[in-house]
């Protein structure tokens, strides 16, 4: 069997079968869905590849102040790293973060961990966010609130759809969000068919946040007052902000 290294090129051919794929009637829902996500994942590929060929720690000065994951959604004097444009770095975070040992001051993000896989990506990100933080250095990390969603249940669909047009309004998921529970598969395990949007891996609240940042060796995991020069006030309703401190 002949095999190929993750270069340009064999990301380009499979780039072209699974658009070729997808555009046969005869593919299976089942299939395409895969095969979207595949899509997904090649082109964050192509822009990490991309990033790391031309990106050494040496060529950047080391930011104090980071950002992951912000998307649309920029702070003034940080740095943002996030998987697709726009961004400082175009960097898939899952493959680590990188800057140098105990360089940064405050990593921050918002609704970005719930869209890596846990346990691996997660916990990966909770030990990269540990390493490159000096001491004292904050992390700052914003996620759905998985307990007050819980704790509203059972509820009626007209909760759901308060939390839906607050969360979910650019969406087209409205009309499938029928009750409560629904919300409540969206919060944990959003699967939305849509090729621009990450889903959602896994839920938290603060028992588990501090249990993800303790286990890496942050000292501390308290409540973080929500700040709307740095956080995006959208954010604040629903979601629960924590700083674990190194
Ligand atoms: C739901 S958006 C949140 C954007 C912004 N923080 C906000 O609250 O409006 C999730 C962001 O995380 C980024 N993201 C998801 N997976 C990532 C990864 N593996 N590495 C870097 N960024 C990632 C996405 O590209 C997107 O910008």
């Not at 009637?25 to 060929?53: D, I, M, N, Q, V």
């Not at 000065?61 to 697709?84: C, L, M, S, T």
């Not at 030990?127 to 009626?156: K, N, Q």
Request: proline fraction near 6%; charge should be negative; aromatic fraction near 10%.
């Amino acid at each position: 069997m002949n095999t190929h290294r993750m270069d340009g090129g064999s990301i380009d051919i499979l780039s072209e079968l699974i658009a070729a794929l997808l555009a046969d009637p005869a593919t299976t829902h089942g299939l395409a869905r895969t095969l979207r996500a595949t899509a997904k994942e090649l082109e964050l590929s192509r822009y990490h590849h991309a990033s790391k060929t031309a990106f050494t720690c040496d060529g950047l000065v080391a930011p104090k102040k980071v950002q992951v994951g912000g998307g649309a959604h920029r702070i003034e004097g940080f740095f943002n790293i996030d998987a697709v444009p726009p961004a400082d770095l175009l960097w898939d975070v899952r493959e680590g973060i990188p800057l140098q040992d105990n360089s940064a001051e405050v990593l921050f993000s918002e609704h970005f961990l719930e869209h890596i896989d846990y346990p691996v990506s997660a916990k990966q990100y909770a030990r990269e966010a540990h390493r490159i933080l000096a001491s004292d250095g904050r992390l700052i990390t914003g996620v759905p609130d998985a307990a007050f969603v819980l704790g509203e249940y059972p509820a009626g669909p007209e909760q759901a759809e308060e939390m839906i047009s607050r969360w979910y309004a650019k969406r087209d998921c409205r009309k499938d969000i029928n009750t409560y529970l629904d919300l409540i598969n969206y919060v944990f395990r959003d699967q939305d068919d849509d090729p621009t949007y990450n889903p959602h891996y896994w839920a938290y609240d603060f028992e588990k946040l501090s249990q993800l940042f303790t286990e890496v060796g942050f000292t501390t995991v308290e409540p973080w007052d929500f700040d709307p020069c740095m956080a995006n006030p959208k954010r604040q309703w629903a979601s629960i902000y924590v700083v674990a401190t190194k």
